[in-house]
């Protein structure tokens, strides 16, 4: 018998039902941006070397080249993230043999709006939580959430042998598009953002599709400027201050190993990296990194491609993908975040 521990059990996924294919965010953002932005035309080759086909959006394009502020943007964040976290919690617990009702915990990951009460309680009624659920929302992790949630989420359930925890991330990335700023930040975003949720299942128990062996962080000092949200009354501005995928090719190697070595484990023992896909070039920074190969993390680059960036839910993505594959005998699951931060979790494959 499999000695029993926290198990990862199942996965669930959704994205909202507006397909924003790339070409038409390039020309969307050449109708907002073209006119006025004077490095528009060498900032807009993004749109073509992102490796984005497309994405998936909580409203039509159109809606975004209206400047809504910031209470239009967050009423939408409301209805469209609750429609996801329904959606893909509803498919975890499913795909568990499980119901609302047999949930004990539930840890809500998101950072692209505010909802108080959160996001959880306001799904509460269409998921039937019982009364008795404990909830753990959690903000400001932004594409870290979803790993992180997911080590929140194994902690909390080793905790009380038995329960049921589930982590949904939900992430509308889609509605940081500002129209009102002529930033290189927002013309990359709107070629890279897209929206999704992913909800986990685990429990401590015989057998499920992973065990969740350990986890860990790194952050860096002073980098508060690299990646986060402006706050404004027309809603959150992205920030990406400085260049993403260089930092990430000379500090992730040193980052993981560290996180490994505090757990015992070296780089050699893991068999795959499932790496959250910030956009093409952040791949192939890792690919770097981790001295990879190019073209290793082939499932990065087809979630990425079919989604885009979602933040917090993408590397779950990822990992659903690498589950359907397969999973080899250990996989380490990593994300990067504000703060800036380093997140990793490592499963192993159940017996």
Request: proline content about 4%.
């Amino acid at each position: 018998m499999p000695q029993a521990s926290v198990k990862l059990v199942s996965i669930g996924t959704a994205v909202p039902p507006v397909v924003i294919d790339q070409r038409d965010a390039a020309k969307a953002s050449h109708q907002a941006f073209g006119s006025r932005f004077g490095d528009f035309g060498r900032l807009a080759k993004v749109f073509e070397s992102s490796g984005i086909r497309r994405r998936y959006g909580v409203r039509p394009i159109d809606w975004y080249l209206e400047t809504s502020g910031w209470p239009d943007r967050n009423a939408a964040y409301i209805q469209g993230a609750c429609d996801l976290f329904v959606d893909a919690a509803t498919e975890a617990l499913s795909a568990a043999g499980l119901g609302g009702w047999d949930v004990d915990t539930i840890v809500t990951v998101s950072s692209t709006g505010i909802a108080t009460p959160s996001l959880d309680a306001r799904a509460s009624k269409r998921m039937g939580f019982r009364d008795d659920i404990e909830r753990v929302p959690v903000f400001g992790l932004g594409c870290a959430g979803g790993v992180s949630g997911l080590s929140i989420a194994a902690r909390l359930a080793a905790s009380r042998p038995g329960q049921v925890v589930l982590l949904v991330a939900v992430e509308t990335c889609t509605l940081a598009f500002r129209m009102d700023q002529l930033t290189k930040a927002n013309i990359v975003a709107t070629a890279l953002f897209g929206d999704g949720a992913a909800a986990c299942v685990l429990k401590v128990a015989d057998a499920g599709i992973a065990q969740v062996e350990m986890s860990g962080q790194h952050s860096w000092p002073d980098t508060l400027d690299i990646m986060g949200w402006s706050v404004d009354k027309e809603g959150l501005g992205v920030i990406f201050d400085r260049a993403i995928p260089p930092f990430a090719e000379a500090n992730v190697l040193s980052a993981i190993s560290g996180i490994l070595a505090r757990n015992h484990l070296a780089m050699g023992d893991v068999d795959r990296f499932a790496c959250h896909p910030g956009g093409a070039r952040v791949v192939d920074a890792l690919e770097m990194a981790l001295s990879l190969g190019q073209g290793m993390l082939n499932h990065e680059r087809e979630i990425l491609a079919e989604y885009g960036n979602m933040s917090a839910p993408t590397a779950l993505f990822v990992l659903k993908r690498l589950v359907e594959d397969g999973l080899p005998r250990r996989t380490l699951l990593t994300a990067m975040g504000p703060g800036f931060t380093l997140s990793c979790v490592s499963l192993t494959r159940a017996a």
